[in-house]
Antibody
């Protein structure tokens, strides 16, 4: 069974940093591109970015480019989202996704 | 960015009736390879989104055949035949032809 389990969400101050993790199981992690998607409270979904199978290529949404970095460790079957210089607009549930599968999401709150 | 615009449903929908959800893209999602780069998701209350349809009309694994996707390059429809209680939630369309991937604002389905 495919499982994606995010962790690392918390309350962070504006301008601060946070690193989210997503542990994958039930499939060969290194064979799949992985994405991060977020959902702001009461609003729609926003694609953040993706990473290719060996971590050599990433694509990002303009809204977070140069502030967020996606990486992966295939040996640990883990996807990461490094968030820096966070803003109140970054408050959202963050989902780790693979084609057809989503994690349960993790909440990030940006507030002073 | 490609803008995805979703229509509303005349809620609530009587149980057993059919429902059609529309989605329009600001640019054709039909690729030269003949595939249309459109996904449909359902987010049930309190849950993560789940993939229903990909390539505009292909049902994801385990998805009921009551769900069907159709459309052209820019106008799409998700049809749910014989709506059931488990179909309640918010439906999203998403394009994955170009970066950034973009979602529609969502269409809420309520059951009568």
């Amino acid at each position: 069974e495919v499982q994606l389990v995010e962790s690392g969400g918390s309350l962070v101050q504006p301008g601060g940093s946070l690193k989210l993790s997503c542990v994958a199981s039930g499939f060969t992690f290194s064979n799949y591109w992985m994405d991060w998607v977020r959902q702001t409270p009461g609003k729609s979904l926003e694609w953040i970015g993706e990473i290719n199978t060996d971590g050599s290529k990433t694509n990002y949404a303009p809204s977070i480019k140069d502030r967020f970095t996606i990486s992966r460790d295939n040996a640990k079957s883990t996807l990461y989202l490094q968030m820096s210089n966070v803003k109140s607009d970054d408050t959202a549930i963050y989902y780790c996704t693979r084609k057809g599968y989503w994690g349960q999401g993790v909440m990030v709150t940006v507030s002073s | 960015d490609i803008v995805m615009t979703q229509g509303a449903l005349p809620n609530p929908v009587p149980s057993g009736e059919s429902a059609s959800i529309t989605c329009q893209s600001s640019k054709s999602l039909l690729h030269s390879n003949g595939k249309t780069y459109l996904n449909w998701y359902l987010q049930r209350p309190g849950q993560s989104p789940q993939l229903l349809i990909y390539w505009m009309s292909t049902r994801a694994s385990g998805v009921s055949d009551r769900f069907s996707g159709s459309g052209s390059g820019t106008d799409f429809t998700l049809k749910i035949s014989s709506v059931e209680a488990e179909d309640v939630g918010v439906y999203y369309c998403q394009q994955f032809l170009e970066y950034p991937r973009t979602f529609g604002a969502g269409t809420k389905l309520e059951l009568k």
